[in-house]
C-alpha cells in the first residue's frame, strides 16, 4: 500500500457544492467511512494567534491512527494464534475489534469474523484501507452511546450507527447539510464524546484464557486503566479525554466547512505512554505503511516524552544519612495519573534506578541500570524468563532492584507472558492513583506480591527504603531517577523462538532500538 493521506486525501474525498449546501454523495450508509474521506474538511485548521488545530494531521501520527500497524500488535496476536492454532480465528477476530475497528466492523456485517493476516502485511494488500485505518474518525464518532461504562460495551464492544455521526458540540445546519449530502449520514451533538466511559470500552480489555485445547477456560482482566481511574478519586475531577486529548487554549475551528470557532477544543493527538512505538512507526516508515508524514512522527514522539516528563511522576528522596557503616534512606514515588502507573498492556514497567556517588563523584552503588539491550541489571525476570524480582520493601544490594510492573502466571503458576495462557497476576505493584484504596479494590484491579502487605505502598505514593553498607565517610549525593519502557526485554525476547514473519520483524526492530527503549519519567538528587 502507498502512503496516501494528505494531499491525496483532497481527492480521496472529493466534495463537490451545489447550491452552497448539497454535496455529491460516494459512501454508502450501511458502511462506516474511512479516515481519508473526513480529512478533506477535519484539516488544514488554525486558531486565531496561528496554532495548527488539524484534526487529522494530529491524528495521524497518533497510536490510536496506526493501532493495525503496531509491529508489537502484530507480533502479539501472531505469538497467541500459534500458541493456540485451533482458536486462531477468533483470536484474530477479537484482537481487531479494537485495533481494525472498520475492518472488524465491515466483517461482522458481512456475517463473517476478520482475519487480521489475510490482510497484513498492509502495504501489499490491494484491500486493506479499512484495516489501515486504525481506530480512525468512525471508530470513534459513529459510536452509539448506549451501554457505556457497563461490562456490555467493554472488549471494544460498541454499537455502530452508520447513519449517525456524533460530535462534541451542536451542529450547525450548514453542518448538517454537508454531512447529510455528501456522507449520507445525520450529524448529532454526542456528550457521550467527552466521557471517560467512551474510552473505558477498549480500555477495559478482558482476554478468554484458553486450555491446551483452544477452549476458553475463564476470563483474565488484561488492561484496567477505566476500572482503575473509577476506583480511584480522578473519577471526580478528570476525565481520560481531559488528560490525554490535549486542550487548545483559545477558540478553535473543528472544520473547515460549516464550523464557527468553538471554546474547549482539543487535539486528536491522543498523547499516551507509548513513544517508543511512535519511533519505530518513523525507523520502518514503509515497511509498516505508514501514512503519517516521518515530521509528523518525530514531533509525536517528542510530545509525548514530554507529556510523560511534565504528567507521570515525582520523585523525591528523603531521610538519607550514614550511621553505623550503613547509608539509609527513602525513595518515594508520586502518580500523578488518573490510574495506575504504568497502566494497559502489561508489557509496560517503570523501576526505579538510584546511585550513591563518593566525595569525588566516584559511583559507590547503582541499582537499576539500563543495559543497552533494554534488559535491566539485577533483574531476575530479564535474565530467566521463569523467574521475577519480587516487591521491595527494603533494597540493600545493587542487584536487588524495584520494579513497578505486573507478572502474569499460568494455571500453574509458572510466569509467562503469554495473555491467552494466564490466569492469574503472581505480581501487581503498579503504582496507585490518589484515592485508590488497595484494600477495597475489586479483584481485577487489586495489588498482587508484596507490596499488597506493604504500609509504605499507598494511594498515590510508593516507598522504597534503601540500606546500603558503606566502608568510607564523607559527602555522599543520591540521583534517583524513575525509568520506563512500553514494552520490557522479556515482552520482546519472548517472541523470538516464533518463526514467523511478524514476530522476527518485532525482535528485529526491538533489538535495533533497544537502547532507546526507555525514559526517565522523572528524577532529583540529595546531598548528604
Not at 20 to 31: D, I, K, R, V
Not at 240 to 249: F, G, I, K, S, Y
Not at 518 to 525: R, V, Y
Request: net charge negative; with cysteine.
Amino acid at each position: 500500500m502507498t502512503p496516501r493521506l494528505w494531499l491525496p486525501a483532497l481527492l480521496i474525498a472529493p466534495l463537490v457544492l451545489a447550491s452552497g449546501t448539497a454535496l455529491e454523495a460516494q459512501q454508502p450508509s450501511s458502511a462506516l467511512i474511512v479516515s481519508a474521506r473526513c480529512l478533506a474538511c477535519h484539516n488544514n485548521l488554525k486558531t486565531a494567534k496561528g496554532q495548527d488545530v488539524s484534526i487529522g494531521m494530529a491524528w495521524s501520527a497518533s497510536v490510536m491512527a496506526n493501532s493495525a500497524r503496531d509491529p508489537y500488535w502484530q507480533g502479539s496476536v501472531r505469538r497467541e494464534t500459534l500458541d493456540h492454532p485451533s482458536a486462531a480465528s477468533a483470536i484474530q477476530n477479537e484482537c481487531a475489534s479494537c485495533h481494525m475497528p472498520l475492518q472488524h466492523f465491515s466483517d461482522k456485517t458481512a456475517g463473517h469474523d476478520t482475519t487480521v493476516f489475510a490482510i497484513l502485511p498492509l502495504e501489499t494488500h490491494h484491500d486493506a484501507e479499512a484495516a489501515a485505518d486504525g481506530v480512525g474518525c468512525s471508530g470513534c464518532h459513529l459510536a452509539q452511546p448506549d451501554g457505556l461504562g457497563t461490562p456490555s460495551s467493554f472488549n471494544g464492544t460498541l454499537v455502530y450507527a452508520p447513519a449517525t455521526a456524533y460530535g462534541p458540540y451542536p451542529p450547525t445546519s450548514r453542518a448538517v447539510a454537508i454531512h447529510t449530502a455528501g456522507m449520507k449520514f445525520n450529524t448529532v451533538q454526542g456528550d457521550h464524546l467527552r466521557q471517560a466511559a467512551f474510552c473505558g470500552s477498549c480500555h477495559t480489555l478482558y482476554t478468554s484464557t484458553l486450555d491446551a485445547s483452544g477452549k476458553p477456560a475463564g476470563r483474565f482482566p488484561e488492561q484496567m486503566p477505566y476500572l482503575e481511574w473509577q476506583h480511584s478519586d480522578y473519577h471526580d475531577k478528570q476525565t481520560c479525554q481531559q488528560c490525554h486529548m490535549p486542550a487548545v487554549d483559545e477558540p478553535a475551528p473543528v472544520a473547515t466547512l460549516g464550523s464557527p470557532p468553538h471554546d474547549d477544543v482539543r487535539m486528536h493527538s491522543f498523547t499516551g505512554a507509548n513513544f517508543f512505538l511512535q519511533e519505530m512507526l518513523n525507523a520502518h516508515h514503509d515497511e509498516l505503511a505508514v501514512s503519517a508524514a516521518p515530521a509528523a512522527l518525530t514531533s509525536a514522539a517528542d510530545g509525548t516524552r514530554a507529556y510523560l516528563l511534565s504528567k507521570a511522576a515525582r520523585v523525591a528522596v528523603s531521610n538519607a544519612v550514614l550511621s553505623s557503616g550503613r547509608i539509609t534512606f527513602a525513595v518515594t514515588v508520586q502518580n500523578l495519573s488518573g490510574h495506575k502507573l504504568p497502566t494497559a498492556y502489561p508489557s509496560r514497567r517503570a523501576w526505579l534506578h538510584v546511585t550513591i556517588a563518593d566525595s569525588s563523584g566516584k559511583v559507590v552503588f547503582e541499582s537499576g541500570k539500563l543495559n543497552a539491550d533494554g534488559s535491566i541489571v539485577g533483574n531476575l525476570n530479564d535474565a530467566d524468563p521463569s523467574s521475577y524480582s519480587p516487591h521491595y520493601v527494603t533494597i540493600t544490594k545493587p542487584d536487588e532492584v524495584q520494579i513497578f510492573e505486573p507478572i502474569l502466571g499460568d494455571s500453574q503458576g509458572h510466569v509467562t507472558t503469554a495473555l491467552l495462557s494466564a490466569t492469574q497476576y503472581l505480581k501487581d505493584n503498579r503504582i496507585l492513583p490518589t484515592g485508590f484504596d488497595k484494600r477495597s479494590a475489586p479483584p481485577d484491579i487489586a495489588v498482587h506480591g508484596e507490596a499488597a502487605s506493604d504500609a509504605a505502598f499507598t494511594a498515590g505514593n510508593a516507598t522504597t527504603r534503601y540500606e546500603i553498607p558503606s566502608t568510607t565517610t564523607g559527602h555522599f549525593q543520591i540521583k534517583a531517577e524513575l525509568l520506563y519502557q512500553p514494552v520490557g526485554f522479556r515482552w520482546a525476547h519472548n517472541l523470538a523462538s516464533y518463526k514467523a514473519s511478524e514476530t522476527q520483524s518485532f525482535v528485529s526492530y526491538y533489538e535495533s532500538a533497544a537502547s532507546k527503549s526507555a525514559i526517565t519519567l522523572a528524577e532529583t538528587t540529595a546531598s548528604f
